[in-house]
Structure formats: structure tokens, C-alpha cells
């Protein structure tokens, strides 16, 4: 080659088109990357929610263990509530304490290893007065109704807003988790 020919060599041509194809090859996988992530967080959120949908369900709390499979949101739950040992809640003089608390705890599985859990601390007066069932609404949630101890009494629904029978207290600690083998 003489110094006025100008121009690139077959080597150079190649040599460059080989670098943009590694640098397009790798963009593609961070972008690919990036949408198997984002459809995982989704999924996450969902999960949390409905843990957290299936941890409001419980109204009035009764130690067991509940599982079951939902096809249709494709998670498999479990719910575990957990009478909690509480003796600094006892009175001077009474034989137990007036209120009761109550671990309840929803693990949501889903895909092959993925679950979260979620848990909380649920204070629950203990008073034998009153007892409270478990009604649903036209949408699925649930709300209280209140009815007396008496035997044979109908039960009324409560008057006003829809809470649970928990005292002013209720000590929260939810935890997330997610684990993979």
C-alpha cells in the first residue's frame, strides 16, 4: 500500500464488526436481565399482598395451622397463629392476664423455591362477655359482627366503622423473606 491510498483493511473491518457484536451481545443480556427481574419483584409484590390479605382475614384468632393452594393467584399459603406466653400482661391478683396475644404468621409459596413470609403480634382482650364471628361482604373482606353470650340470642352486626376486636394496642412486627436453594 502506498500512502495515498486511504481506506480500511478486510482485518480492521472485521475486528470492528466483532467488538460492536460483543458490546450488542451484552446490552441484549442486560436488558433481558433486567425484565426477568422485573417480572420477579412482581411477582413478589403479589405474593406480599396476598400474604398480607390472608394475615387480615383472621378476625378473631384461633391457634392451628391453615394451608391451602389458590390456582388461580398460582400461590400455595400457610397460616400459622400462635398463642403467645405473656406474663407481664397479668394483673396484681388476677389469675390471667385480661388480654391475649397472638402470633399469626402467613408463608406464601410460589414457582419453585420462592416464598415470603410474613408475621405479626396481634393483642386480643380476652374478656368472656362478648364474643366476635367472623361475617363477609359482598367484596370478599371481612368484618366483625359483634353477638352476646347469651344462648340463643341472634347476633346484630356492629354499629359504626368495621374493626377488629383488638384492644388500642396491637404490636406489629411483619417480616419479608425470600429464600431460593
Known amino acids: 500500500m502506498t500512502g495515498s491510498q486511504r481506506g480500511f483493511t478486510l482485518i480492521e ?8 457484536s460483543v458490546a450488542v451481545v451484552a446490552s441484549i443480556q442486560g436488558f433481558a436481565q433486567g425484565l426477568r ?6 411477582e413478589h409484590q403479589r405474593a406480599t399482598l396476598f400474604a398480607d390479605q390472608k394475615l387480615r382475614e383472621v378476625v378473631v384468632p384461633k391457634e392451628g395451622r391453615e394451608e391451602e393452594e ?35 404468621a402467613v408463608r406464601v409459596r410460589w414457582a419453585e423455591r420462592r416464598q415470603v ?7 386480643v ?16 373482606s371481612t368484618t366483625p359482627q359483634t353477638s352476646t353470650g347469651r344462648r340463643g340470642a341472634p347476633s346484630r ?5 368495621a374493626a377488629p376486636p383488638t384492644s388500642p394496642r396491637s404490636l406489629s412486627t411483619p417480616r419479608s423473606r425470600e429464600r431460593t436453594r
Do not use: C, H, N, Y
Request: hydrophobic share 40%; charged share 20%; no cysteine.
Open 13 to 20: 473491518v472485521i475486528v470492528a464488526l466483532s467488538i460492536l
Open 157 to 161: 352486626p356492629s354499629v359504626g366503622p
Open 70 to 104: 389458590d390456582r388461580d393467584a398460582g400461590f400455595t399459603w400457610e397460616r400459622v397463629t400462635t398463642a403467645v406466653e405473656t406474663p407481664e400482661l397479668v394483673t396484681d391478683g388476677a389469675a390471667e392476664s385480661p388480654w391475649k396475644v397472638w402470633q399469626i
Open 117 to 123: 413470609e410474613i408475621a405479626t403480634l396481634r393483642t
Open 125 to 140: 382482650s380476652s374478656t368472656p362477655d362478648e364474643t366476635t364471628e367472623t361475617g363477609t361482604t359482598d367484596a370478599g
Open 37 to 42: 427481574l422485573l417480572k420477579l419483584s412482581g
